[in-house]
């Protein structure tokens, strides 16, 4: 086991530290802020993220997970410094980096030899600049990038049981000896540094032009009068491309696709490219919301006071970010051009223009026109019988194809779903 410090108790750095101390290493943690580290050491999780809070309660009291608000005192024991720092967007799309340079100049006296590994998701050269920066300053560290691949709400099953491991790297035996830390039979791509941080674009940007591609099939499907179902379970079983990520819904959100996506586009203009596939995804995905926002005010154009349902503001269930969330962006489309929206979400809070509601009964009651955003479970079980006595209209949007056609009828509700004829 390992002496591993990680510099930054957000989604990421969280995520590890807690997981890494629940197999047995010795984790500190550096985190600048002072109420996060008050919150983390009293066993409260600032984030909702399954799992986590407890293996964070099981790493204080196995006396395996500290925290400190002095990232020097985080390294000095340390074997393994993690960066999982946050990288925002800068106004061009870039990501802004200032955050972990100052970080890395600050540690740069203190690391010796231990083995800086990147876990934040970074421009692809950002290895050899850290480098270059640590060199400049005298530290002879090694630097290894390992992105991360962990999506939100199952952040912890993928970090025990990762498809894959990716090491980047100039020294051969620090990145051996970061792809052994965690999980040692997992496949690894040992590589290096500027390969290893563009996996981590070319994931999201591969998966997110998928998500699109879905999206454009379900609105053909509209037109055609054809099944999105059908399609993508047609497209899937074709092992070339495999059954995953083929949803169709209000288009994909959260803190990385989007993110990443601009970041890959600017970084490929930097050096005189396009990747048009990948610009056009951005866009339909921008558009798509601002459609769906026109579809649900062409249904209550000639009410008087509109009133629309909105359950869910998550970018997607298990989470409560509302970070770039189709669900959210819809809302506020909503809001802004006059219509009353109050929605209902199991975990996350709304923006000024949007009324919050206790109960996804509570959302719903008085709506014109009920929409349902994010997919969480529990939409699916509420009762429609119930739901449609308290609706003053009798349409239900149905952005995730989420609820149970049958039920829905049943409730004599209109059924309007993604990809599919409307069920009257
Ligand atoms: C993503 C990546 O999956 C993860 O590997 C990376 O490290 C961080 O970004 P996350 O943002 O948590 O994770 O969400 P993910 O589950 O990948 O979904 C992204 C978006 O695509 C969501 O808005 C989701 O609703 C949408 N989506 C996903 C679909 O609309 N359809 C799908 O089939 C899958």
Request: aromatic share 4%; glycine share 8%.
């Amino acid at each position: 086991m390992a002496d591993i410090a990680v510099i930054g108790a957000g989604y990421v750095g969280l995520t590890l530290a807690v997981g890494a101390a629940s197999m047995g290493h010795d984790v500190t943690v550096g985190e600048a802020d002072p109420d996060r580290v008050a919150d983390l050491m009293a066993g409260h999780c600032p984030l909702f993220e399954a799992g986590v809070g407890d293996l964070l309660r099981e790493g204080l009291a196995s006396g395996l997970l500290t925290f400190t608000t002095s990232n020097t005192d985080a390294v000095t024991a340390a074997e393994f410094v993690f960066l999982a720092l946050p990288t925002p967007s800068a106004a061009d799309g870039s990501a802004n980096l200032s955050v972990l340079h100052a970080v890395v100049d600050e540690l740069a006296p203190h690391l010796g030899e231990r083995v800086l590994v990147l876990k934040s998701t970074v421009p692809v050269g950002t290895n050899r600049d850290v480098t270059a920066r640590l060199r400049a300053a005298d530290c002879t560290a090694p630097v290894v990038s390992n992105p991360e691949f962990l999506r939100e709400g199952t952040a912890l099953a993928d970090f025990m049981r990762p498809d894959h491991v990716v090491v980047g790297g100039d020294d051969a035996e620090a990145i051996a000896q970061v792809a052994a830390l965690f999980d040692p039979d997992c496949p690894v791509t040992a590589t290096d540094p500027m390969s290893a941080e563009l996996v981590k674009y070319a994931t999201n940007a591969y998966l997110a032009t998928r998500v699109m591609m879905a999206n454009s099939f379900a609105d053909l499907c509209e037109a055609l009068g054809a099944d999105i179902d059908a399609v993508t379970a047609g497209l899937g079983r074709d092992h070339r491309i495999g059954p995953f990520f083929l949803q169709p819904g209000p288009g994909f959100g959260g803190s990385c696709f989007p993110k990443d996506a601009r970041a890959l586009l600017d970084l490929a203009a930097d050096h005189g490219l396009d990747v048009p596939i990948l610009a056009a995804a951005v866009k339909v995905n921008a558009d798509r919301q601002e459609r769906m926002a026109e579809a649900v005010l062409a249904e209550v154009a000639g009410v008087f006071e509109p009133v629309v349902g909105l359950w869910g503001l998550a970018f997607k269930a298990g989470t409560d970010d509302t970070r770039e969330s189709p669900a959210l962006r819809i809302g506020e489309l909503i809001a802004d051009r006059g219509a009353t929206v109050q929605a209902y979400d199991p975990e996350a809070v709304a923006g000024d223009s949007i009324r919050l509601c206790d109960s996804a009964l509570d959302a719903a009651t008085g709506a014109d026109v009920l929409v349902v955003a994010t997919e969480w479970p529990e939409f699916a079980g509420e009762d429609l019988t119930e739901v449609a006595e308290a609706m003053r209209g009798d349409l239900v949007m149905d952005l995730r194809n989420l609820l149970d056609p049958e039920a829905v009828r049943a409730a004599e509700l209109r059924h309007r779903q993604i990809g599919k004829p409307e069920q009257e």
